[in-house]
Nanobody, 120 residues
Framework: QVQLVESGGGSVQTGASLRLSCSAS???????MGWFRQAPGKEREFVVA????????NYTDSVKGRFTIARDRSKTTLYLQMNSLKPEDTAVYYC??????????????WGRGTQVTVSS
């Protein structure tokens, strides 16, 4: 069983930066991990993922060049550095783990989410 706890969300203005963290308990070695987000009134969407063992990444086009995913294997923690934030990045961000089908999912484990609000 894997438990995921996100932190680091908040309210910022356009152009600001935030770093989200996801602390994982349980066995994630060899698993994929990543971030999804859900904006108000929209479907949940894939943002970025990383293969825990090798570090291969996959980003959705809208965040390329602005967001960076990283993992600390010693701390079993996943990070999402978000720079140049835009109002359209406003969403609840979910940490995910364990995808058998590839980096874009589907994922077995989900955190409860952390809110990111970007105002213009």
């Amino acid at each position: 069983q894997v438990q995921l706890v996100e932190s680091g969300g908040g309210s910022v203005q356009t152009g600001a930066s935030l770093r989200l963290s996801c602390s994982a308990s349980g066995t994630v070695s060899g698993s994929n991990m990543g971030w999804f987000r859900q904006a108000p009134g929209k479907e949940r969407e894939f943002v970025v993922a990383i293969s825990w063992a090798v570090g291969v990444t996959n980003y959705t086009d809208s965040v390329k060049g602005r967001f960076t995913i990283a993992r600390d294997r010693s701390k079993t923690t996943l990070y999402l550095q978000m720079n140049s934030l835009k109002p359209e990045d406003t969403a609840v961000y979910y940490c995910v783990a364990d995808s058998a089908s590839g980096l874009r999912g589907p994922y077995r484990y989900w955190g409860r989410g952390t809110q990111v609000t970007v105002s213009s």
